[in-house]
Structure formats: C-alpha cells, structure tokens
C-alpha cells in the first residue's frame, strides 16, 4: 500500500508540474534535441533565471538531466527516469515542437553565448 501511495504521489507531481505550459513545452522540445538555457531562452519572453526554475523544477523530480561541457549545462530528458515512460504517453498529445526548433536554429543563440 505504500508503495501505491509513493507512485501516486510522484505521478501526481509530474502531472501538476506538466500543467504548466512552460514546462509542457520545455519537455516537449527536449524531446526532440538536447539545449542549453540560452536556446530555451529563444522559444519564451522570459528571464534566465525564470527558465533555469523551470528546468530545476523538472531537474528535482528527474524529468530530464543536465551535462555540464565547460561552463555550459546541456538539458535533455531523462530516459533512465521510472516516470520517462509515463512523459512519453502525455507528449503522444503535444504539438510536435518543430517550428520552436527552428527558431532556436535559426537565432544560433550558442554563438553569443559560447555554449
């Protein structure tokens, strides 16, 4: 039973933190290519700081995994997660991310920012 109630708990969670369409849309790209805050930053009229509490929030449950090359954090979803399977089916019903995609491609943020 309290393992139920463990799994319930961290569903839960991850329901709640998706129900932010910054968040939604954050996944939703990363599923497509791994970025770095200055790209996630192309695609939102947000702070830094705001998208770096973003990710932190999804970094905390496990949803995705940063690697750090140098200075810079790369962000990625986390396919070892126990809860990958369960992002998986709620992106089956997100918009491909495509046109975002681009926009970040065609800015080059990594370029000002040297990631």
Request: aromatic content about 4%; some cysteine; glycine content about 2%.
């Amino acid at each position: 039973m309290v393992k139920l109630n463990v799994e319930l708990e961290r569903t839960a969670a991850v329901l709640k933190l998706l129900g932010d369409k910054t968040r939604l849309t954050i996944i939703a790209i990363l599923k497509q290519r791994e970025c770095c805050v200055c790209e996630i930053l192309e695609v939102f009229d947000m702070s830094q700081p705001s998208i770096s509490q973003h990710l932190r929030k999804l970094k905390d449950l496990e949803m995705v995994k940063e690697e750090r090359r140098g200075q810079w954090i790369y962000y990625s979803l986390n396919h070892d997660s126990e809860l990958y399977k369960l992002i998986e089916d709620i992106l089956e019903h997100v918009p491909d991310q495509t046109d975002k995609i681009n926009m970040i491609e065609k800015a080059n943020p990594t370029l000002q920012c040297g990631c």
